[in-house]
């Protein structure tokens, strides 16, 4: 991808806080850790949680503490990117939704913080949209798990998991989330089916923004799709499928336990959105 550095006026860096237990929201990469650490322990982890979306809860930790920041010159380019892709981001839905369309940031954190809407949040929460603030929570960490374990590398991998929780905050201001929550309370045996709908919409959303980055003669914008990129963005989204998480941790698939979507959802979802541009096109939720 190319883009350009910003003033970082999309970033709310946390990343020199730690600390403590509450309760931990559940994000686009939550379910990923905990099925992992089943795996890895023979615990059902799962089992502790519900759906995703920024909806779910674990347990965790007590109060956290300040201290200064340290990073390296490559994690500060990263956070740099990650602040154009924000900032991108959200003039594309700025210029989609008009005044509908409220600004949120990007809260950077490290192992973990205890300054979210949605309670303590730690690294193994993943990145998530916390629609009690209205903002967007990312341990860069979580970068290194998708490129290690998962073989989704790339900057638009990292971009597309951006754009998918900015998706989320799309879905809070247009009113979508709290209209799923209600349903979800009424029927609560839907819930899952009810995620997974959030989340393929949040994919499809983050395609519409790369479509908008894909686009000729878009002036003075801070990110530009290249060629190939659309592919990684793909990868990951095969990546973090239900089917190929729960695969790899238990060797089976249990659909019915889906919170997110299965592979080619999530690439379908991904791909509706990038080839029409057209947020209407994402109204799987509605």
Known sequence: MKWTPGDRGNI????GRSGGMRAMPMGIGGVLVLLLLSWATGVD??????????GGTAPSASVGTTGPVTASPEEEKTVDFLDAVMGDAQDTWQQLL?????RTTLRLFRDGVDTTGCGYAQSASGPFYCPGDRKVYLDLGFFAELTKRFGA????????????????HVQTVTGIESQVRQQQSQ??????ALSVKMELQADCFAGVWAHATAQPGRGQRRVELESGDLEEGLR???AIGDDRIQRMSTGRVFPEKFTHGSSEQRVAALRRGFESGDPQACNSVQ
């Open 187 to 192: 029927n609560p045996g839907a819930r899952n």
């Open 153 to 168: 590398a790339g900057d638009f991998a990292q971009a597309y998991v951006v754009a998918h929780e900015v998706g989320h």
């Open 236 to 238: 990951a989204a095969a």
């Open 45 to 54: 982890f799962m089992s502790l949680v519900g759906g995703g979306g920024g």
């Open 98 to 102: 008009g005044s509908r369309y409220q």
């Open 12 to 15: 709310e860096d946390l990343r």
